[in-house]
């Protein structure tokens, strides 16, 4: 007796996000508001994370730490907005 595959082999073609998409918001912006107002939240504003942006505010960045983080995800470009596409364009 034989039993249907639980794990389907093939991925369908038509899904509305690949992973690969680069976002339409520029990467120097995303990084300057980091570095100057990362306590602050605003590059997460920027790229449309409203809300991890609010709790930037009221934890004043993570005490630096989640600031910290954030910048040197941006500087490596692994920095992602609301949509989940990649800010690669630095201008």
């Known amino acids: 007796m034989s039993y249907p595959d639980p794990v389907p082999q093939s991925v369908p073609h038509n899904q509305p996000w690949t992973g ?10 995303a990084v300057l508001l980091c570095f100057f107002l990362g306590t602050l939240g605003i590059h997460r504003f920027y790229v449309g994370k409203i809300g991890t ?3 930037m505010i ?6 630096g730490i ?6 040197i995800v941006l500087v490596v470009g692994s920095f992602k907005d609301k949509e989940g596409r990649y800010l690669k364009q630095w201008t």
């Not at 690969?20 to 912006?29: A, G, N, Q, T």
């Not at 989640?66 to 910048?71: G, K």
Request: no cysteine.
């Open 53 to 55: 942006g609010v709790l």
């Open 58 to 63: 009221f934890t004043l960045g993570g005490l």
């Open 66 to 71: 989640w600031t910290l983080i954030d910048f």
């Open 20 to 29: 690969d998409e680069v976002s339409p918001r520029l990467l120097l912006p």
